[in-house]
């Protein structure tokens, strides 16, 4: 009996022991950041991978830098001595701005006769500044395939990644509204999808900022503002991503689509930017002016000493992802149905404007307000009710992802949002919302038009319709597009969508001699659209 008390004795000390020991081992180890980052491996103290999730995606720190491919120049006058303009039709201040790559502040400082609020006239004379003579560094520091969230992305999940990581960004949760919280992964994922920007660069720009990814106790400003927008009201993960993905994507689109031709910093002082560069690069180094404290911080933030480096230790030289191109030259848009039934009277409220923002992202959408619903549902509703009508598919496809006020329908139907012509609906309520998995046809119910929207909640009930290709926005209507950027019709039930260069949510749909305006409301037969 003493033998037989003896030996549980002795195997209860082991399987303390060994307790003891498993739970010593899975308490996290203490880390130290050094100045630059380098690629993290699972160690042996990190959870053993399950089998049923996705591996992670190969990475690794690539000695010496791929030679990206050259991009043809862009040919830009450089001319710094201010210019006189002769005002055009259709000119506007914001437009100018646009044109000549600056700001309607500049232009208002060089013209005492304005102000915001003045009225152009066909004509009238004004004073322009002239586009500065430097240059910003030539250096490419990525693809733009590794801006869009592109097919290069493919093998690589976003919430696997993160889950190998020590950083803070692995534990870091927040409350998204009403209640609901998203962890740091799910937030990355949910603006990469909807501003359509590629999450390995916001990763890495998230890690150049504030560490996030391998330092589990960021302190400061990295903690409060990890992506560099030092705004009161910005001091959450989701807004700072959100952010930053519009700075990514204005100078990316800038650049591509809206003759974007210089950077401003916030001493005014302007460079243009240096005609080698491609539209990812423009992007990075856009975020990157808005984000630095100062432009000699800037000058080595665009080195290949600075973001470039902590990129190639997260992920391995970008260039090895590139996608060329993202979009063909020759791209053609399937043919488009109106986003609404037959036989019924819509309204075109807004022309074309950002995908995802207002303004930053490709001025690819177009809003629709549905008709006029009864008093009742307005007298209990307000301006934001649920439409008892319904927005309709305009090709036939399958729908990918539906949540949040957002469907999106894959019209290769492949299953990849990233690939090929998709379709992007927003503000769709959630009560008779068609379901992720659903193939649809032309004239298929989408769901219901609303204000919802997990970050864009609108102020008035419409449908939002967007198109991309390949992950890229395809701009509605884009006369300042660079050469090799397709200028592709947008065009549903024969209307085509036209703009005006550098006037936001201005435009006009035509068919055979007729003109639809863009306009608020339902008392103007200009806006009313039917098929």
């Known amino acids: 009996m003493l033998g037989t008390r003896s030996n549980a004795l002795l195997w209860l000390l082991i399987l303390l022991g060994v307790t003891a020991l498993a739970c010593a081992q899975s308490a996290a180890p203490v880390l130290y950041v050094t100045a630059t980052p380098q690629r993290l491996v699972p ?31 862009n040919q830009i006058a450089m001319n710094a001595a201010p210019q006189p303009y002769t005002i055009q039709q259709g000119d506007t201040l914001s437009g100018l701005a646009a044109l000549y790559g600056t700001t309607v502040g500049e232009i208002l400082r060089l013209n005492s006769n304005l102000n915001e609020n003045s009225v152009l006239a066909v004509g009238q004379i004004i004073t322009m500044p002239g586009r500065p003579t430097q240059t910003t560094p030539n250096f490419k520091i990525i693809p733009d395939s590794e801006l869009v ?23 870091y949760s927040e409350d998204v509204g009403g209640g609901r919280f998203m962890s740091g992964a799910e937030i990355v994922q949910f603006i990469a999808q909807s501003a359509s920007v590629n999450p390995r660069l916001l990763l890495a720009l998230l890690e150049y900022r504030s560490g996030w990814i391998t330092n589990p106790v960021p302190a400061g400003d990295a903690m409060t503002y990890p992506m560099g927008n030092r705004n009161e009201r910005a001091r959450s993960l989701l807004s700072q991503l959100d952010w930053a993905a519009a700075q990514l994507n204005g100078g990316y689109y800038g650049w591509r689509t809206r003759g974007l031709s210089t950077l401003e910093f916030a001493d005014r002082s302007r460079l243009a930017f240096a005609p080698e560069l491609n539209g990812g690069t423009v992007g990075v ?34 260039f090895r992802y590139a996608v060329e191109p993202i979009v063909p030259p020759d791209l053609r848009q399937p043919e488009l149905a109106l986003p609404f039934p037959r ?34 549902i307005l007298n209990t509703q307000g301006n934001c009710y649920v439409s008892p009508n319904f927005t309709t598919s305009m090709a036939a496809g399958l729908v990918v992802r539906s949540g949040d006020g957002v469907v999106v329908v894959d019209l290769d139907m492949d299953g990849d949002e990233r690939t090929g012509w998709t379709l992007v609906y927003l503000h769709v309520a959630d009560a008779d919302r068609t379901a992720a998995g659903t193939v649809v046809q032309v004239g298929s119910p989408i769901g219901r038009p609303s204000c919802q929207g997990l970050y864009l909640n609108s102020l008035g009930t419409h449908v939002h319709i967007a198109r991309r290709y390949n992950g890229e926005w395809i701009v509605a209507d884009c006369p300042a597009c660079l050469p090799g950027v397709p200028n592709v019709p947008f065009v549903m039930s024969g209307w085509e969508l036209k703009g005006y260069v550098g006037q936001v949510y201005q435009g006009y749909l035509q068919k055979e001699g007729q003109i639809r305006r863009a306009e608020q409301g339902r008392d103007d037969p200009t806006n009313q659209v039917q098929w």
């Open 43 to 73: 160690s042996a103290e990190a959870p053993l991978p399950n089998p049923f999730l996705p591996t992670p995606t190969p990475i690794g720190a690539t000695a010496t830098a791929i030679q990206p491919t050259p991009n043809p120049p």
């Open 149 to 171: 969230y592109s097919p290069a992305l493919k093998g690589f999940d976003v919430a696997t990644y993160i889950r190998f990581q020590p950083g803070f960004i692995r534990v």
């Open 285 to 318: 180094q856009n975020y990157l002016a808005r984000s630095a404290r100062d432009r000699n911080q800037w000058l080595l933030d665009v080195s290949p000493q600075g973001f470039f480096t902590t990129y190639m230790a997260l992920f391995g030289d970008p």
């Open 343 to 376: 036989g019924e009277i819509w309204y075109l409220t807004s022309g074309p404007h950002g995908g995802w923002d207002a303004r930053q992202s490709g001025w690819a959408a177009i809003d629709f307000a549905p008709p006029k619903p009864p008093d009742a």
